[in-house]
């Protein structure tokens, strides 16, 4: 049986009264509980949220159906194992590897990602005066995040993720084959990495390969929305329509917890632009590796990778208190 009590919603004329952050933080600390059995997870996004994420899958479903429909792509030869079209065959600049958003800024997106992200934790006055709480928290959630980069592209203890994956699922440096390498092998555990097999001339084949640049650019760019959105914006569904979970267990809206200071600031661009201009140019070269780049699955795999990430550092902490105590919320 649920122990859990009925809404406690303050009324005038029978009406409810919404709660909003224009309500005084003593009447909303203590009206704002709600219990309902039915409402939403803390764990999980707001209906405003969800739309917003949706665009990532959208965004991969779009570029799969594009390459499908359009004759260019199609009449183009594909090869798996670099998971591209032949440079000479490209039906597109943007199909291109070399191409210079490519090399420039996708290769070194988290160099981007950590430019933007700096722009934005120095200028934005959101974020109180000097070393504040909320600035300091914005450092943590950025830290976590860029670990997780680091574990899926970079290193996890020896490899990254996404190439333990690949030899995990059967893959290997095409070198393996040739007996000869094979003998090298035992003393070059290097071929292990893709990065190392394609440095040697191998060719890293056969098993499953998450998609590094879905990953990356929906990592980063959401990243970057996950913080300034709720700067920019006093909209409900990214800002006080949030739940969380209290220490008592029970559902509130996040206004409970919401730093009074903040209340007072109104919405602002300052140090958001060139974060927006960063995250904008990730949505596009994310629309052309969708495009251009790698299958289905391989992109679906590189959505969730980014998801499970930033699921960690902004869901799940408004449904754990000791968490949300060191990581916070953006614009709390
Ligand atoms: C509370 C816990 C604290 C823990 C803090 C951990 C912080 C770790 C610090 C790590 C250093 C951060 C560096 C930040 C500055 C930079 O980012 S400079 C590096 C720039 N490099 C990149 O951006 C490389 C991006 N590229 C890739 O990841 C891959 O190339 C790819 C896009 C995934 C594609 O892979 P390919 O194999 O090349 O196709
Ligand atoms: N939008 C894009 N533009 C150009 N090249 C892209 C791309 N998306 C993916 N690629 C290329 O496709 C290959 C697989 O990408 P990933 O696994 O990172 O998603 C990589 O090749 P290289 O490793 O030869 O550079 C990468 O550079």
Known sequence: MSTRRKPTSPTANGQPIPLTSTMPASSIRSSSIRTHP????????????????????????????????????????YSATSQSHPPEFAPSYFAQKRNVFNVY?????WFW?????????????????????????????????????????????????????????????????????????SETREYFTAAACKGVGGSWKGGHDISGHVFLLILGSALLWF??????????GLRDGRRIMLDDGKVATVAVEKDPDAEKETPTK?????????????????????A????????????LVAFSGLWAVYFLPRGVPAVRAVLGMPGV
């Open 227 to 236: 913080e300034f959105l709720p700067a920019l914006t006093r909209a409900e």
């Open 113 to 185: 990602t950590t430019l933007a992200f700096a722009v934005f934790l120095v200028f934005n006055p959101g974020l109180g005066s000097g070393l504040s709480v909320r600035r300091i928290r914005a450092t943590f959630r950025y830290s976590v995040v860029t670990l997780w980069w680091v574990f899926v592209t970079q290193w996890f203890f020896g490899p990254p993720l996404i190439d333990r994956g690949f030899r995990f699922t059967g893959g290997q440096c095409e070198l393996l084959r040739d007996p000869e390498a094979r003998q090298e092998m």
């Open 105 to 109: 800024f996708v290769k070194v997106g």
């Open 292 to 303: 251009y780049f790698h299958t289905w699955f391989e992109k679906f795999t590189g959505l």
């Open 270 to 290: 300052q140090g958001v632009k060139f974060s927006l201009g960063v995250a904008a140019l990730m949505w596009w070269m994310l629309l052309m590796t969708a």
């Open 38 to 77: 039915a409402a939403r997870s803390p764990f999980f996004p707001t209906r405003l949220e969800a739309l917003l994420i949706a665009i990532y899958p959208a965004t991969l479903i779009l570029g799969s159906v594009f390459s499908i429909l359009s004759p260019a792509s199609r009449g183009a030869p």
